[in-house]
């Protein structure tokens, strides 16, 4: 029986903002509606290993549905963090933030971690995928284009793969793309899979 039919008896609620996480779950052929907004207060541990944050994060934002969930919802929660040079480049605070995050990412290669959760009203499990992606050198020009035009304020290293940059600056990617845009689809995927199983 195909996941989507399997789906039928839950509504599937993804808690997220981005278009490109809702783009992502649609392609995958799963029936969803977006959660109503609920806040969770995105601070982690200072201890805790950069390569853990991201599903740290996710848990957080599932943890905020925890009192609203009904017996047939499934929510699903995710956040992404770009790590380079063992630092956790967040979305950043303005063009000069944005411009430093790019120059650190010129000429190098980088982490992109996304952490997701699963949550019903009686369960709830959480995985990270992981993607290793790599820049040529970018010219100061370059990057101060790609930042005036797009304007990635709203993403985590100040980047989109989707976009200009991700077509005229990426020599390779070790892993899963759609993890880099947001979501790790086959992941997750296999993992709804599993979760419904248990």
Known sequence: MLLKERLQKYRVLL???SPRRRQ????CGIAFEIAEGREAEEVYPSTLPAEQVAEYLSGLKSDAYADVLA???????ADTVVIAGGEILGKPTDRADAVRMLRSLSGCE???ITGVTLRT????ESFS???RVRFRGLADEEIEHYI???RPYDKAGAYGIQEWIGYVAIEAIEGSFYNVMGLPVQALYVRLGEFLEE
């Open 15 to 17: 808690a997220s903002k």
């Open 24 to 27: 992502l779950l649609e392609g």
């Open 71 to 77: 017996a047939d919802d499934l929510l699903i929660t």
């Open 110 to 112: 980088h982490k992109v």
């Open 121 to 124: 009203m009686t369960k709830k």
């Open 129 to 131: 995928c992981e993607s």
């Open 148 to 150: 005036d035009t797009y």
